[in-house]
């Protein structure tokens, strides 16, 4: 069930599977990032989301201060049921450098990262 969508970022709920899957595409402004990190905690506080794959591909740079703000909702998420993350990361070295960030950051030890979509969704499987 699409839960949110728009030109960078689409979230996409699997309730069967308590499965966020976040889809991201070019750069996303400060707001339309935030917007969808906002989105992503409300649904894990009304429904339950288990496992987060954070599919970043095709997503461009993320300013230092939105992959904090990222990281700092971790709390919320954890507290609401989340259980793993895995990240499927792009080619472009800077969104590895945004990544990197959010993972020193957050501190999680259930976050797991990706060459390719299959992988994530075979890891977050194992894990259910």
């Known amino acids: 069930m699409i839960i949110y969508d728009n030109k960078n970022v689409k979230l996409d709920y ?8 976040q889809t991201w595409t070019g750069f996303a402004s400060s707001s339309v ?7 992503s ?3 894990s506080a009304t429904n339950p989301v ?3 794959i954070s599919d970043t591909q095709k997503q461009e740079v993320v300013k230092p201060e939105d992959a904090n703000y990222a990281a700092s909702v971790m709390p919320k998420l954890l507290g609401n ?4 993350m895995a990240f499927v990361v792009p080619s472009s070295v ?4 945004s990544l990197q960030k959010f993972s020193e950051t957050s501190g999680d030890q259930a976050t797991q990262y990706f060459d ?3 992988k994530a969704k075979k890891w ?3 894990k259910n």
């Open 50 to 52: 288990h496992f987060i």
């Open 41 to 43: 905690v409300e649904l």
């Open 116 to 118: 390719d979509l299959v």
């Open 94 to 97: 800077f969104t590895k450098i």
């Open 124 to 126: 977050i499987d194992e």
């Open 14 to 21: 699997d309730a069967s599977k308590k499965l966020l899957v």
């Open 81 to 84: 049921g989340l259980k793993a």
């Open 33 to 39: 990032f935030r917007e969808a990190i906002d989105k």
